[in-house]
Structure formats: C-alpha cells, structure tokens
C-alpha cells in the first residue's frame, strides 16, 4: 500500500515563502514521475511542477520562476520551494506519484497566503 506523508503547508503573508515535502513509502514500485498539483476553492485541479526520476521538470508556465521542485530518488521523497507567494496560490496541494499506467495521490496540505 502506497502511503504519502505531506508536510509545510500553512499559512504565509504575500512575499513569503514556504517549502513542501512529500514521502511516499510502502511500495517497491519505481515512481518515475512526482510532482505536485493544486486545488483551489471553487476551481479544478491543476498542474504545479512535475519531475522525473532523471530530473527532467516541467512547470506550469505560470509558476516558473517562483516555484522548484526537486526529488531524492533513494527516498522517494519530492519538494517544492514556493517564493514570492500570493494570495491567488492559496490552495491545497497535493503530491502525485506515477509508476507506470499507476497514479497515487497525497492526502494535500493547504497552503493560505493572507495577511
């Protein structure tokens, strides 16, 4: 069974910063790609960053330059560094995990920029 621990969300003023972490254990499964995704009140979720095992990112084209995903493949765990945070991220964001056709999801953590 795949189990996802999420931690660092909370809540941040606009201009902060904050850093999430996601480890997934439980499974001998080879994630090939993590990453991160968010919800919004009211909205779909959509994508934030994206990384495979081998480091190739790719982000949502709004995002680049604020955000940074980055993995340790020997943990299976994933970061995202969040800067220059405003209030339009607020939002729980959830981990992903793939292997193969296999999709998993994180429980999410709210993140709220408010001041």
């Known amino acids: 069974q795949v189990q996802f621990v999420e931690s660092g969300g909370g809540l941040v003023q606009p201009g902060g910063s904050l850093r999430l972490s996601c480890a997934v254990s439980?499974?001998?499964?080879?994630?090939?790609?993590m990453g991160w995704y968010r919800q919004a009140p009211g909205k779909q979720r959509e994508l934030v960053a994206l990384i495979t095992s081998r480091g190739v990112t790719n982000y949502a084209d709004s995002l680049k330059g604020r955000f940074t995903i980055s993995r340790v493949n020997a943990n299976n765990t994933v970061y995202l560094q969040m800067s220059s945070l405003k209030p339009e991220d607020t939002a729980v964001y959830y981990c992903?995990?793939?292997?193969?056709?296999?999709?998993?999801w994180g429980q999410g953590t709210q993140v709220t920029v408010s001041s």
């Open positions: 992903y995990a793939q292997s193969g056709l296999l999709e998993y």
């Open positions: 439980g499974s001998m499964l080879n994630f090939y790609r």
